[in-house]
């Protein structure tokens, strides 16, 4: 497998680059800002990128979806919920496979009504769902502090612990991490109840 990480833009966004080897079939998860480095990187490799995979729909996720579907001719993957009419919709338990690899959908509201994290070969690219030693924001338009609870503490920490955690954003120590790490260090994912989780992100 061939993963590529880039930081683009001024929000710290992380785009990654994924095939299943030199010369293999991509995707493409949340073009950002300035994808230009991306689109070298597919030249440069090789490589034929088959889809974007959105993890949300806001707009520094999402902006460099129009180059690369020009460029590549790349299909457009989200949430069914979206705002916006991407030429694929998915939603809990949908897999999108390109080449060797396939990539499941699970449905994580909270940041948003429409996220997801994208699970495929050891990785979770999480979008904004989690960063590395903390969560999304919930208090943007259609953020949801409850839903959050149940997308991390409900659902997130019961995922393998040695899944390679591929945030959305480069807002931590290190550019990746792991679920078993932020288990253990993230304090968005300490034990709470919903009650007390609510409140801790309202403070």
């Known amino acids: 497998m061939l993963l590529d990480q880039f930081r683009l833009g001024g929000l710290l966004n992380f785009t990654y680059l994924v095939a299943d080897g030199e010369g293999g079939d991509a995707v493409i998860i949340d073009p950002s800002y300035g994808i ?6 597919v030249d440069r490799r090789g490589v034929r990128v088959r889809y974007v995979l959105n993890t949300h729909s806001h707009q520094d996720h999402t902006a460099g979806n129009a180059d ?21 919709r998915v939603d809990e338990g949908d897999e999108v496979e390109a080449g060797r ?7 994580t509201p909270g940041h948003s009504r429409d996220s997801v994290l994208y699970l495929f070969e050891g990785q979770v690219a999480t979008g904004d769902t989690l960063f590395v030693g903390e969560c999304g924001r919930t208090d943007l338009p259609g953020g949801d502090p409850s839903a959050m609870y149940d997308s991390l503490l409900g659902r997130l920490v019961k995922l393998d612990d040695g899944l390679v955690v591929l945030p959305g954003h480069d807002y931590g120590v290190t550019p990746t991490s792991t679920i078993g790490r932020e288990k253990a260090e993230n304090h968005t994912l300490r034990p709470r109840t919903r009650e007390e989780f609510v409140r801790f992100l309202s403070e």
């Open 36 to 41: 230009d480095a991306v689109l070298n990187a």
């Open 68 to 88: 690369v579907k020009a460029r590549t001719g790349a299909k457009i993957v989200a949430h069914r919920l979206v705002p916006f009419e991407p030429d694929l």
């Open 101 to 107: 690899l396939k990539y499941k959908v699970l449905h």
